[in-house]
């Protein structure tokens, strides 16, 4: 899969030097001259990583910045910002404005292919640790949610992606009762009611699925459904 950059730069110059060799180096690129069209196709199609110009017209490169990682799709797209003033790197670095380095401009191509990747390989990493933690382990089953898989002991569940979505729901929640409403919204994104049966139809088929393991998902009479915290 391609890794598609971000690029948010004004300079025409500048933004076709970076276009060009972030293509030669296989990148998948889109461009915006301004923050807030930055912000909109950043929200449209997530990148895997912004290339973000700190001046800009109307909203600056922090102000971006600081945009792109409030929202929650977004906020673990690494940054790295372009700026052509040495004195501004203590305020980009900044913790609290989220860019994960800098280059300063005049820039050598080379060396910001290189950063990308670095920034890139990390972030990569960060991700592999993030996917490893919500992988939920409870009595014989064991569900991975970045795998979209589930195992009850050593056999391999099939498993459609709203009976997964399911599944993984009352796991994460184990041990709380999750009403019928609860479970559409959350599972389905229904926001109202009227829909219970459906709950009901997906419980059954997921039961017979986890197969020895059906226990592990109780009905509470009249309310809903639980994770068992443990057999017992
Ligand atoms: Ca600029």
Redesign the pocket.
């Known amino acids: 899969m391609t890794t598609k950059i971000l690029i948010v730069?004004?300079?025409p110059d500048i933004l076709e030097l970076l276009c060009y060799n972030l293509r030669q180096a296989g990148f998948e690129i889109t461009t915006a001259e301004d923050g807030e069209v930055a912000l909109r196709l950043a929200e449209q199609h997530p990148p895997d990583l912004v290339v973000l110009?700190?001046?800009?017209p109307g909203m600056d490169g922090l102000e971006l910045c600081r945009l792109l990682k409030q929202r929650e799709a977004l906020r673990r797209v690494p940054v790295l910002m372009l700026t052509a003033k040495t004195e501004e790197v203590d305020r980009i670095v900044g913790l609290e404005l989220g860019a994960d380095d800098y280059v300063t401009k005049p820039f050598s191509p080379r060396e910001l292919v290189l950063r990308i990747k670095a920034i890139l390989r990390r972030a990569a990493h960060r991700q592999g640790e993030e996917a490893e933690a919500g992988r939920l382990e409870i009595g014989p089953l064991v569900i991975d949610p970045t795998a979209h898989q589930v195992q009850v002991g050593e056999r391999q569940v099939e498993l459609t992606a709203t009976e997964f979505r399911l599944l993984h729901t009352l796991a994460q929640r184990r041990g709380r009762v999750q009403t019928r409403d609860e479970l559409l919204e959350v599972v389905w994104g229904y926001q109202y009611s009227g829909y219970g049966r459906t709950v009901d139809t997906h419980i059954r088929r997921l039961r017979e699925k986890l197969g020895e393991a059906c226990d592990w998902v109780e009905t509470v009479r009249g309310v809903g459904y639980r994770f068992r915290k443990e057999m017992g």
């Open positions: 730069e004004d300079e110009d700190l001046m800009l």
